[in-house]
């Protein structure tokens, strides 16, 4: 991805570095098509980057809700685990509860 980025501003400058060469035989008032052709690749380039930047904030995002799953997830085991050693004690008591009559 950073190579065609750097394709794109490359040839953005290589356009804007020929552009007066080429102004010069441009009508007047109009510009030349290497500028025409500059701009639009220094429009895309910046959308590039546009995307780039939206793409590393969902990125984060999308991190931020697995961690927030993965605590809530931890969390029910937790609960589960404390439900079942509950369960083991009363059974245990139970159990003992029983010898103790025979």
């Known amino acids: 991805m950073s190579k065609r980025k ?8 290589a356009a804007a570095t020929a ?22 690749a220094g429009a895309l380039s910046t959308f590039a980057d546009a995307l780039g930047t939206l793409s590393a904030a ?3 995002e999308e991190g931020a809700a697995s961690e927030a799953e993965q ?10 685990l404390a439900r079942m050693q509950r369960q083991i004690d009363e059974l245990t ?3 003992e ?6």
């Not at 750097?6 to 400058?13: F, S």
């Not at 552009?19 to 639009?40: C, I, N, Q, R």
């Not at 605590?71 to 589960?80: G, P, S």
């Open 97 to 102: 509860r029983l010898a103790k009559k025979k």
């Open 19 to 40: 552009a007066p060469a080429v102004a010069a035989a441009a009508p007047a008032g109009e510009p030349s098509a290497s500028a025409k052709l500059a701009l639009v």
């Open 71 to 80: 605590r809530l997830a931890a969390r029910e085991q937790e609960e589960k």
């Open 58 to 60: 969902l990125a984060i």
């Open 93 to 95: 008591r139970t159990v």
């Open 6 to 13: 750097a394709t794109t501003r490359q040839v953005a400058t």
